[in-house]
């Protein structure tokens, strides 16, 4: 939850900012134009969330409904350093892929500040790859990796409010909740010898209906 009040904090310090410098700009005429976002997300609950980057575009139907897609992309490498001369590092390479589809209902049609209501449909998958710290002797049974591919698929909503700060231009926050289904498949490697069986790959299921994600969306509209 700090991340989610850092994040909220900053959108609104943002907006009042540009309300003060800005206040003179005339709105923009929505009804017809295409925008090409960068969103920057963080925060879930659901057990597949890192901060991510996303590149997406929208398009306005009418000055009230707007459709919106997002793909979002995360990459992450870390490397806990052994002490021990007789053990080799630990490793975790994680990547995460997401794409979102919906529509936005906004609530005010003729000023800069739209707050609106979001829902839509989303998809999400990553894999992560533990490379576990191995002894030197490497004894037969000893777990050496693990793959993790994890996917998920569910239904969005959102409250967020976008800011036009200059004729072509807008900046969006906006808090997510949704219903997701996600599995999660695992997959252990272990170093081989006499009487070692590699292990059955597990698989597990789980429903879940809660917080999402927090985003940042930088718009620009031709």
């Not at 959108?11 to 923009?28: E, Q, R």
């Not at 926050?173 to 999660?184: A, H, K, M, P, W």
């Not at 490697?189 to 590699?198: A, L, R």
Request: hydrophobic share 35%; charged share 15%.
């Amino acid at each position: 939850m700090r991340k989610v009040s850092i994040m909220l904090v900053t959108i609104g310090l943002i907006f009042l900012f540009l309300n003060s410098c800005l206040a003179n700009d005339s709105t923009m005429v929505r009804k017809g134009k295409w925008g090409i976002s960068l969103s920057v997300s963080g925060l879930s609950n659901l057990g597949i969330g890192l901060y991510q980057g996303g590149l997406g575009i929208k398009h306005w139907f009418s000055e009230g409904f707007a459709l919106k897609s997002i793909l979002g992309l995360s990459a992450r490498s870390r490397t806990y350093h052994s002490i021990d001369t007789l053990y080799s590092d630990n490793k975790t390479n994680q990547a995460t892929f997401a794409a979102n589809l919906g529509g936005e209902f906004h609530f005010s049609k003729g000023s800069k500040f739209s707050p609106y209501f979001y829902t839509g449909l989303n998809y999400t998958a990553m894999t992560t790859t533990d490379y576990s710290a191995t002894p030197v002797t490497k004894p037969p049974g000893w777990t050496t990796k693990r793959h993790t591919s994890t996917s998920s698929y569910g239904l969005d909503g959102a409250i967020g409010v976008e800011y036009t700060f200059f004729e072509h231009l807008s900046l969006a926050g906006e808090y997510q909740v949704g219903l997701s289904f996600q599995t999660d498949k695992i997959q252990n490697t272990v170093i081989p010898g006499p009487g070692v069986v590699q292990p059955p790959e597990m698989k597990t299921t789980t429903t879940t209906l809660g917080t999402r994600t927090s985003s940042l969306i930088l718009t620009g509209y031709f």
